[in-house]
């Protein structure tokens, strides 16, 4: 069937409905979107709301009576779908589509028992998902071109009347959308959840199981592009905004609280979720745990116990702007009162990303980059980021993997100008995330440059500051310029999360030349502040230099380079491609060679086969990498950990290289199978026995 399908349709076998069209009230009162759902008709809509009286898909879920239909069920939705995705067995799925007209003959099945089969019916699954994923790029494309022609003052007068913006219509659709996906998501009665099949894991089954996995493997692939989140009701309490950012949040941290729900525990649970993905460090928790259990730490004083100034507690800002004066190495001590604190380095740019944009305008950022300042920055501010797009491949002795230039920063603005963007900012991180790389000084101060020659402002991300474990690596902060081209534009982020391993804390600071944008920060703090006792130990911590000096660091780095050690003769010994710089908690990984073909698609696949093994390690797109195939992989763990976590790892790609043997050697049989004659059914049937014995036999002879 058409997978661009008439909306309507997948509206009723979701239990949701068009409104009344005829309700001229309503449709004054919300906006009117027409949208391509065939290449050749159009269907006008008005809010969509939830079916109150005709809500079938509860009634099949059991969580809603409906006594207004005495069947919910989409018999000829079904009948075409298990027809459509080429059912093995028709006359199972049409036994059950009848028993529905004839219950004399056949003994009774409910709804939900109908539904939960439809559900368990892997084909079914698939082709849903395909047709809400082709209607959700049908409603991007139409929202796209809205936005389009709305720059462009191409609107209509009906269009033009229109009392809710076009991003209002984006959610509001977006919306649909989940809704369909939770559906899709959750098993019929009783709400039990539809977990997608895991791929095989017996690689040496017969070709039924091998087809079995593919069809796993399909739905997969349909599956995470429809959602990345999980456990998500959509509750139509929520505003259009709730919604969109219930989703941002579940997308952006699916495999994180999937992590937290289960984690591995050498002791307690080894077959738990192995997190290498998260950048964090948990080599140095012993010497943390020592110094902050010292009776220094347990001072209460009333103040502490108060409201707090909402830039941070003067004793505290006054120990960063030294901490950061020592460790920049700047000129000239740094001022406490263009200090601010946040809890967390996350908090401070989405603060930041508000007071220094407006909705819809948008940041320059050299990709790959940190994977959650898309959050970051949409969360509050609704700031777009515009990729500066780098590239692995080297073009002479002088250049290096993801170089930034000047010349690419130019041409990324330009583009995005031309898109009708505002572009008030440049988002550099040094050390760089996810690369490891330092810009040198140089190169640092062309950036400042150019940021200044289109009086952009300039966010520099220092949270791996003291994280460079190569001795031969010299790390410049932005703060140790003498001379910066434009300071009141330039604005530095630390924090302990990561140089100190104590992301717990929740601590994250900015430091900024502009007294007017450290005044308008400070007002964050009134909802992303930090505890007074918090703050005191972070003061004390700060303040104690010859334990940083003497004892922290020295161990520190020498954990990282031990751990570094480990995963980069693992790495060449599988002849794994990686970049790595001496610096932050981790390791930028090619597994090109390991997708077939190597796309996006394919890569996802990957990540979501590491999952199969609880293993998390962070794929390339979520970085916003023009190329698939790049992970990112987190050494700053145990030995121990890190081995088990290195199994699982060979364990996958070993499995992903018999599959593609597998996938080969079905070529090469079917090409050969071609040129059997197949006039007849038996001879047909003859084919049919080739490929599989044949299959079966070199699967035998290679061992898989």
Same mark, same amino acid.
């Given at each position: 069937?058409?997978?661009?399908?008439?909306?309507?349709?997948?509206?009723?076998?979701?239990?949701?409905?068009?409104?009344?069209?005829?309700?001229?009230?309503?449709?004054? *009162?919300?906006?009117?979107?027409?949208?391509?759902?065939?290449?050749?008709?159009?269907?006008?809509?008005?809010?969509?709301?939830?079916?109150?009286?005709?809500?079938?898909?509860?009634?099949?879920?059991?969580?809603?009576?409906?006594?207004?239909?005495?069947?919910?069920?989409?018999?000829?939705?079904?009948?075409?779908?298990?027809?459509?995705?080429?059912?093995?067995?028709? +006359?199972?799925?049409?036994?059950?589509?009848?028993?529905?007209?004839?219950?004399?003959?056949?003994?009774?099945?409910?709804?939900?028992?109908? &539904?939960?089969?439809?559900?368990?019916?892997? #084909?079914?699954?698939?082709?849903?998902?395909?047709?809400?994923?082709?209607?959700?790029?049908?409603?991007?494309?139409?929202?796209?071109?809205?936005?389009?022609?709305?720059?462009?003052?191409?609107?209509?007068?009906?269009?033009?009347?229109?009392?809710?913006?076009?991003?209002?219509?984006?959610?509001?659709?977006?919306?649909?959308?989940?809704?369909?996906?939770?559906?899709?998501?959750?098993?019929?009665?009783?709400?039990?959840?539809?977990?997608?099949?895991?791929?095989?894991?017996?690689?040496?089954?017969?070709?039924?199981?091998?087809?079995?996995?593919?069809? =796993?493997?399909?739905?997969?692939?349909?599956?995470?592009?429809?959602?990345?989140?999980?456990?998500?009701?959509?509750?139509? %309490?929520?505003?259009?905004?709730?919604?969109?950012?219930?989703?941002?949040?579940?997308?952006?941290?699916?495999?994180?609280?999937?992590?937290?729900?289960?984690?591995?525990?050498?002791?307690?649970?080894?077959?738990? /979720?192995?997190?290498?993905?998260?950048?964090?460090?948990?080599?140095?928790?012993?010497?943390?745990?020592?110094?902050? #259990?010292?009776?220094?730490?347990?001072?209460?004083? *009333? @103040?502490?116990?108060?409201?707090?100034?909402?830039?941070?507690?003067?004793?505290?800002?006054?120990?960063?702007?030294?901490?950061?004066?020592?460790?920049?190495?700047?000129?000239?001590?740094?001022?406490?009162?263009?200090?601010?604190?946040?809890?967390?380095?996350?908090?401070? !740019?989405?603060?930041?990303?508000?007071?220094?944009?407006?909705?819809?305008?948008? /940041?320059?950022?050299?990709?790959?980059?940190?994977? +959650?300042?898309?959050?970051?920055?949409?969360?509050?501010?609704?700031? @777009?980021?515009?990729?500066? +797009?780098?590239?692995?491949?080297?073009?002479?002795?002088?250049?290096?993997?993801?170089?930034?230039?000047?010349?690419?920063?130019?041409?990324?603005?330009?583009?995005?100008?031309?898109?009708?963007?505002?572009?008030?900012?440049? %988002?550099?991180?040094?050390?760089?995330?996810?690369?490891?790389?330092?810009?040198?000084? +140089?190169?640092?101060?062309?950036?400042?440059?150019?940021?200044?020659?289109?009086?952009?402002?300039?966010?520099?991300?220092?949270?791996?500051?003291?994280?460079?474990?190569?001795?031969?690596?010299?790390?410049?902060?932005?703060?140790?310029?003498?001379?910066?081209?434009?300071?009141?534009?330039?604005?530095?982020?630390?924090?302990?999360?990561? @140089?100190?391993?104590?992301?717990?804390?929740? /601590?994250?600071?900015?430091?900024?030349?502009?007294?007017?944008?450290?005044?308008?920060?400070?007002?964050?703090?009134?909802?992303?502040?930090?505890?007074?006792?918090?703050?005191?130990?972070?003061?004390?911590?700060?303040?104690?230099?010859? &334990?940083?000096?003497?004892?922290?660091?020295?161990?520190?780095?020498?954990?990282?380079?031990?751990?570094?050690?480990?995963?980069?003769?693992?790495?060449?010994?599988?002849?794994?491609?990686?970049?790595?710089?001496?610096?932050?908690?981790?390791? &930028?990984?090619?597994?090109?060679?390991?997708?077939?073909?190597?796309? !996006?698609?394919?890569?996802?696949?990957?990540?979501?086969?590491?999952?199969?093994?609880?293993?998390?390690?962070?794929?390339?797109?979520?970085?916003?990498?023009?190329?698939?195939?790049?992970?990112?992989?987190?050494?700053?763990?145990?030995?121990?950990?890190?081995?088990?976590?290195?199994?699982? /790892?060979?364990?996958?790609?070993?499995?992903?290289?018999?599959?593609?043997?597998?996938?080969?050697?079905?070529?090469?049989?079917?090409?050969?199978?071609?040129?059997?004659?197949? =006039?007849?059914?038996?001879?047909?049937?003859?084919?049919?026995?080739?490929?599989? =014995?044949?299959?079966?036999?070199?699967?035998?002879?290679?061992?898989?």
């Amino acid at each position: 069937m058409d997978l661009l399908c008439d909306l309507d349709e997948l509206l009723i076998f979701f239990g949701l409905q068009m409104p009344d069209l005829h309700n001229e009230a309503k449709i004054r *009162d919300s906006t009117i979107l027409k949208i391509p759902l065939k290449f050749t008709e159009s269907v006008t809509l008005s809010s969509l709301e939830p079916c109150d009286s005709t809500c079938m898909i509860a009634q099949w879920l059991g969580l809603k009576a409906t006594p207004d239909y005495e069947s919910g069920l989409d018999i000829d939705l079904l009948e075409r779908l298990s027809f459509s995705a080429g059912s093995s067995q028709p +006359d199972e799925a049409h036994m059950s589509i009848q028993s529905r007209s004839n219950p004399s003959d056949i003994p009774h099945m409910s709804d939900g028992q109908v &539904w939960d089969q439809a559900f368990r019916n892997h #084909s079914i699954h698939t082709c849903l998902m395909e047709m809400v994923l082709s209607l959700q790029q049908a409603v991007a494309d139409h929202i796209t071109q809205l936005a389009t022609r709305h720059q462009q003052q191409d609107l209509v007068p009906e269009e033009q009347g229109h009392n809710q913006p076009i991003w209002g219509q984006e959610a509001l659709l977006g919306r649909l959308m989940f809704q369909m996906v939770n559906h899709l998501q959750f098993g019929a009665t009783g709400g039990q959840k539809f977990q997608p099949p895991c791929p095989s894991e017996d690689s040496k089954g017969d070709v039924r199981s091998r087809e079995q996995a593919q069809v =796993s493997k399909q739905i997969y692939k349909i599956f995470y592009q429809l959602t990345n989140f999980e456990d998500t009701s959509i509750n139509y %309490v929520l505003s259009n905004r709730g919604v969109e950012t219930s989703a941002l949040y579940h997308g952006s941290f699916q495999d994180y609280n999937t992590y937290q729900g289960n984690k591995y525990h050498e002791d307690k649970n080894t077959s738990g /979720f192995i997190n290498l993905g998260t950048s964090e460090n948990k080599l140095c928790t012993d010497l943390l745990t020592e110094r902050l #259990s010292r009776s220094d730490m347990n001072y209460i004083d *009333d @103040d502490l116990l108060q409201y707090s100034d909402w830039r941070g507690q003067p004793f505290l800002r006054e120990e960063v702007a030294q901490f950061l004066t020592y460790y920049c190495k700047a000129p000239a001590p740094l001022d406490p009162e263009n200090v601010v604190v946040l809890n967390g380095c996350s908090s401070v !740019f989405s603060a930041l990303a508000t007071v220094l944009c407006d909705p819809g305008e948008a /940041f320059l950022v050299p990709t790959p980059t940190y994977s +959650d300042f898309v959050f970051s920055a949409h969360l509050y501010a609704k700031v @777009d980021l515009v990729p500066v +797009d780098l590239e692995s491949q080297v073009s002479d002795a002088n250049t290096h993997p993801f170089q930034l230039t000047v010349d690419k920063l130019e041409q990324a603005l330009l583009n995005a100008k031309l898109e009708g963007k505002k572009v008030r900012g440049l %988002v550099l991180i040094n050390p760089q995330n996810p690369l490891g790389h330092i810009y040198s000084q +140089d190169s640092l101060m062309e950036y400042l440059e150019f940021a200044k020659k289109h009086s952009l402002h300039v966010i520099i991300d220092e949270i791996y500051m003291l994280s460079v474990f190569d001795e031969s690596i010299t790390f410049r902060s932005v703060l140790s310029m003498e001379s910066l081209p434009d300071p009141n534009k330039t604005h530095m982020i630390w924090g302990t999360s990561k @140089d100190f391993g104590i992301s717990g804390f929740r /601590f994250g600071t900015l430091y900024t030349h502009n007294k007017e944008v450290a005044l308008a920060m400070s007002s964050f703090g009134y909802l992303h502040g930090i505890s007074g006792i918090t703050q005191y130990k972070l003061h004390r911590l700060l303040q104690d230099r010859e &334990w940083i000096d003497n004892v922290y660091l020295p161990t520190n780095h020498s954990r990282l380079q031990e751990a570094h050690r480990f995963i980069t003769n693992e790495l060449k010994s599988s002849k794994i491609p990686f970049l790595s710089h001496g610096s932050g908690l981790y390791v &930028w990984i090619s597994l090109r060679k390991y997708l077939d073909p190597c796309t !996006f698609e394919e890569e996802l696949l990957l990540h979501c086969r590491f999952l199969d093994k609880k293993l998390i390690l962070s794929c390339g797109k979520t970085f916003m990498c023009k190329e698939p195939g790049w992970f990112r992989l987190v050494f700053a763990a145990t030995p121990l950990l890190l081995k088990h976590a290195m199994q699982r /790892f060979y364990t996958v790609l070993v499995e992903q290289e018999q599959d593609w043997v597998v996938k080969q050697l079905e070529d090469a049989i079917n090409q050969e199978v071609e040129d059997l004659p197949a =006039s007849d059914a038996s001879q047909s049937y003859s084919r049919e026995v080739i490929l599989t =014995s044949g299959l079966e036999g070199c699967c035998s002879d290679l061992g898989l």
